[in-house]
């Protein structure tokens, strides 16, 4: 559930990984530097998701993300590498127990509508953070923070009461307007102040122009980003739902940057017009896909029925035919090669007896006249879903369904609009089971995902786990600031996941962008694709729209 000037805060979108793929002739031009920056011309991206609000600090999904990031700032971000950058901060300082931190902020920043930031903005940022009556799921990234106080005008000092290892990384978190937010956030009316949904007021690349609810949204370049003007003047986010609606949009040139199912990948965009119109690129995205269960539901509270399903779904096969091998294996939650992920665990191997053994144990043992296991007279039923538009993920709903109908399990799966399915199904935990994604940052913290105090309406552990070895080890994760110490917290933590399989973990797919070849400076890293964004343009010779 989530690049650009990366944000990096709570359970963040970041991309990782190598950069692949082909170029077109119009990449070997924006490596000899043949085409000149110049300002103008408007891109358009397409995402299958609608904004869920206009204020990331109490957004979770991509979609809301991808365009707070157009406009907010934090005091740092990520570079190209994953490694930490000033943004709003010019330096800091970092005490040596790890209970001090000290920030200097830009000088003569601006808010979109012409006020000064200021330290104060900073600490009604995280005032904000901590109210009980925000509906934010990035708390608990400021749990340990005792106070946070404007030491003048441009200083702030962060006091810890232990240390945090998230520290530095989590102050990149957007910064939000005190004088305009202050009486909204005080009456516990965030969601309902114009900024989340008319009238947003960041310090970022890009002001807020328009939106039109399931449709579009629609920045403009702000003339006194402190960075510097951004070069493309208009960015519209379109939001189609559905990805072969996409491609055709892609191929008709309506769209300038889309991500590629695998099938379009690797089959349908092998032909001159397309290559010519488009660079393509492939990289280990720091997202991976999954099967998740509600734990309120008893029976997949029993921990021999998560195993018996996790056997029962054959993750090669996913891996292979749905993103056609442009993926890796998951066999837990973090990112393959990265200093937490644990090489000794393998996931859950595919075996069909072994689950239908597993399933007897638990008390499933017989069958209905519809080949359907039965335990005090109920058919072992459930509705899965997941959203609409997303076909690799209907796949794997199919192919899930029909694995488990081998095994005597019956699965009705339900196709929903992603706004729908956040708001009604996902935030209210009225679902059986899903298949969606998480993203993960660059740091392997991820108390909000698993902690069982996460576990809120607006928190992010959606599937209600509770498990008192993780959230001991979650916190002993966070609480340090001495790696080696981290690594062995985070090892045992991939062990404990993998044993108790709160989730079934499918796969890291590869992220697949396309992007429109008369975009230039795009450079591909870590980070992904997105993370210098506002220095993309697009030379005079090449533009094909007028904008403000």
């Not at 991500?259 to 492939?282: D, I, M, V």
């Not at 089971?433 to 993960?440: F, H, P, Q, S």
Request: net charge positive; aromatic share 10%; with cysteine.
């Amino acid at each position: 559930m989530g690049p650009r000037r990366l944000s990096g805060f709570g359970a963040a979108l970041a991309l990782a990984g190598v950069v692949a793929g082909c170029q077109s002739e119009a990449a070997s031009e924006q490596k000899t530097g043949a085409n000149t920056p110049a300002y103008g011309d408007t891109m358009v991206e397409a995402s299958i998701g609608n904004v869920s609000g206009l204020i990331p600090n109490i957004t979770s999904d991509q979609s809301s993300h991808e365009v707070g990031d157009l406009m907010y700032n934090g005091l740092v971000t990520l570079g190209r590498d994953l490694e930490l950058v000033p943004e709003l901060a010019k330096s800091w300082i970092f005490s040596k127990d790890c209970l001090t931190l000290d920030f200097k902020l830009h000088e003569g920043v601006k808010w979109h509508d012409g006020a000064p930031f200021t330290a104060d903005d900073v600490v009604f940022t995280w005032a904000t953070l901590i109210n009980p009556k925000t509906p934010s799921p990035y708390k608990s990234d400021f749990n340990d923070v005792d106070r946070v106080e404007a030491v003048d005008r441009y200083t702030v000092r962060v006091t810890y009461k232990k240390p945090y290892a998230k520290a530095v990384l989590s102050w990149a978190v957007p910064m939000l307007p005190r004088h305009l937010l202050e009486s909204y956030v005080k009456d516990g009316k965030i969601k309902e102040a114009p900024q989340n949904w008319s009238a947003p007021v960041g310090t970022g690349p890009y002001r807020f122009k328009e939106m039109k609810s399931g449709e579009k949204v629609v920045v403009v370049a702000n003339p006194d980003y402190f960075k510097g003007k951004p070069h493309i003047s208009r960015i519209v986010y379109r939001v189609i739902p559905s990805q072969a609606t996409i491609f055709l949009e892609l191929k008709a040139k309506g769209v300038d940057l889309a991500s590629l199912t695998a099938l379009q990948y690797t089959r349908q965009t092998q032909y001159p017009a397309f290559e010519k119109g488009y660079n393509k690129y492939r990289y280990a995205a720091g997202s991976y896909t999954y099967f998740g269960f509600n734990l309120k539901d008893k029976r997949f509270a029993d921990r021999r029925v998560r195993l018996a399903i996790a056997h029962a779904i054959n993750t090669q096969e996913l891996l292979d035919g749905v993103v056609q091998g442009l993926g890796r294996r998951a066999a837990g939650p973090f990112r393959p090669g990265g200093w937490a992920d644990n090489p000794n665990v393998k996931g859950v191997p595919f075996d069909p007896k072994r689950a239908v053994a597993l399933l007897a144990d638990a008390g499933w043992k017989t069958r209905n006249a519809n080949g359907q296991l039965v335990k005090d007279g109920q058919p072992f039923t459930f509705e899965l879903l997941t959203n609409q538009g997303n076909d690799e993920r209907k796949k794997i709903a199919e192919i899930i369904q029909a694995s488990l109908r081998e095994i005597g399990v019956g699965v009705e799966i339900r196709i929903l609009e992603w706004a729908a399915l956040l708001k009604e199904h996902i935030k209210k935990r009225q679902f059986d089971a899903i298949v969606l994604g998480w993203g993960t940052g660059s740091d392997p913290d991820q108390y909000v995902v698993w902690h069982s105090s996460q576990s809120g309406p607006d928190d992010l552990n959606h599937i209600s786990y509770a498990n008192p070895e993780v959230d001991a080890l979650l916190e002993a994760g966070r609480s340090s600031c001495v790696q080696a110490d981290r690594v062995r917290f985070y090892r045992r933590l991939h062990e404990v996941l993998a044993e108790d399989q709160p989730l079934v973990f499918l796969y890291w797919r590869d992220a697949l962008p396309a992007v429109s070849s008369r975009l230039f400076g795009v450079n591909p890293g870590p980070a992904g694709i997105k993370w210098n964004l506002d220095t993309w343009f697009v030379p005079k010779h090449l533009q094909r729209y007028t904008a403000e």
